[in-house]
């Protein structure tokens, strides 16, 4: 995967993963609203802690390849889209 389309992914995927969530969730509102439980509170919390774990599959799991030896990158935890390889070392 390029760095671009990792970006893309970071970006979009815990919006699309918060707004399926939330979809379940207007599955489940009766069942909710009977069981006492708030869904909108549910929706919220819930949309939120979705997007967050997300975001760190995204960055801990989805590999960008290497421009300089075409293996496995990853995201360098506070680097701002910034990748690190894992067998050459290089940043990019």
């Given at each position: 995967?390029?760095?671009?389309?990792?970006?893309v992914?970071?970006f979009?995927?815990?919006?699309?993963a918060g707004?399926?969530f939330?979809g379940f969730?207007?599955l489940?509102?009766?069942?909710?609203?009977?069981?006492?439980i708030?869904?909108?509170?549910?929706?919220?919390v819930?949309?939120?802690?979705?997007g967050?774990?997300?975001?760190?599959?995204v960055?801990?799991c989805?590999a960008?390849?290497?421009?300089?030896?075409?293996w496995?990158s990853?995201?360098?935890?506070?680097g701002?889209?910034?990748f690190?390889c894992?067998v050459?070392?290089?940043?990019?």
């Amino acid at each position: 995967m390029s760095s671009s389309r990792h970006f893309v992914l970071s970006f979009f995927g815990p919006v699309v993963a918060g707004g399926v969530f939330c979809g379940f969730i207007l599955l489940l509102w009766s069942w909710l609203e009977r069981h006492h439980i708030s869904p909108l509170v549910t929706m919220l919390v819930g949309g939120l802690v979705v997007g967050m774990i997300t975001r760190r599959f995204v960055r801990n799991c989805v590999a960008v390849s290497c421009p300089f030896c075409g293996w496995k990158s990853y995201e360098i935890p506070g680097g701002g889209n910034r990748f690190a390889c894992k067998v050459c070392g290089n940043d990019h």
